[in-house]
T-cell receptor, first 118, second 114 residues
Framework: KAGVTQTPRYLIKTRGQQVTLSCSPISGHRSVSWYQQTPGQGLQFLFEYFSETQRNKGNFPGRFSGRQFSNSRSEMNVSTLELGDSALYLC?????????????????FGAGTRLSVL | KNQVEQSPQSLIILEGKNCTLQCNYTVSPFSNLRWYKQDTGRGPVSLTIMTFSENTKSNGRYTATLDADTKQSSLHITASQLSDSASYICVVSGATSGTYKYIFGTGTRLKVLA
């Protein structure tokens, strides 16, 4: 069974540009979450999708957006890139819909897309 | 303020030795606490998930403990192996009015030497 696939693995952009990252979840998984990881801030939650609907959102500006398609694949878009957006962007998938209590779902992470903004 | 603090920031041990990593949190309300292992260049891998009522959870040589009263968790690694060299991340989740939040610690970087 293939794991979570993120493309591209590496990306270099300049300030002001926009970027779209892609995530293909594990087959059968319907929930996809996105995270930003930087050396200074560590991992931070961006948003979570289930059945093409955004179910949860972290504290990021509106320049960060995402969507999920009917096949559960997800894309994340960052517009008007800033130097501080340089980070590893991780996608995780899980089988069940997001829970708001208890154990929650086991998430399986992809290897990430490393974005460098120059 | 919701925070998760991990200690130590980094740790070096010899192969075969045991070690314990700490995680203190102030996240409220609390739903669950997770420990992840992240190898360099890879995404995190889930080790354990514990809810409020669970105080110990094991996964092979990894044992996590949770004290919900003092808001502390630890991850104990027994008989360390070279492959345990990685970053270990503590994540606390909580839900308010149907909105879920994930608060991550900055991790402990473990290096196991032969």
């Amino acid at each position: 069974k293939a794991g979570v696939t993120q493309t591209p693995r590496y990306l270099i952009k300049t300030r002001g540009q926009q970027v779209t990252l892609s995530c293909s979840p594990i087959s059968g998984h319907r929930s996809v979450s996105w995270y930003q990881q930087t050396p200074g801030q560590g991992l931070q939650f961006l948003f979570e999708y289930f059945s093409e609907t955004q179910r949860n959102k972290g504290n990021f500006p509106g320049r960060f957006s995402g969507r999920q398609f009917s096949n559960s694949r997800s894309e994340m878009n960052v517009s008007t890139l800033e130097l501080g957006d340089s980070a590893l962007y991780l996608c995780a998938s899980s089988f069940e819909q997001p829970k708001t209590s208890g154990r929650g779902n086991i998430q399986y992470f992809g290897a990430g897309t490393r974005l460098s903004v120059l | 303020k919701n925070q998760v603090e991990q200690s130590p920031q980094s740790l070096i041990i010899l192969e075969g030795k045991n070690c314990t990593l700490q995680c203190n949190y102030t996240v409220s309300p609390f739903s669950n606490l997770r420990w992840y292992k992240q190898d360099t260049g890879r995404g995190p891998v889930s080790l354990t998930i514990m809810t409020f009522s669970e105080n110990t959870k094991s996964n092979g040589r990894y044992t996590a403990t949770l004290d919900a009263d003092t808001k502390q968790s630890s991850l104990h690694i027994t008989a360390s192996q070279l492959s345990d060299s990685a970053s270990y991340i503590c994540v606390v989740s909580g839900a308010t009015s149907g909105t879920y939040k994930y608060i991550f610690g900055t991790g402990t970087r473990l290096k196991v030497l032969a």
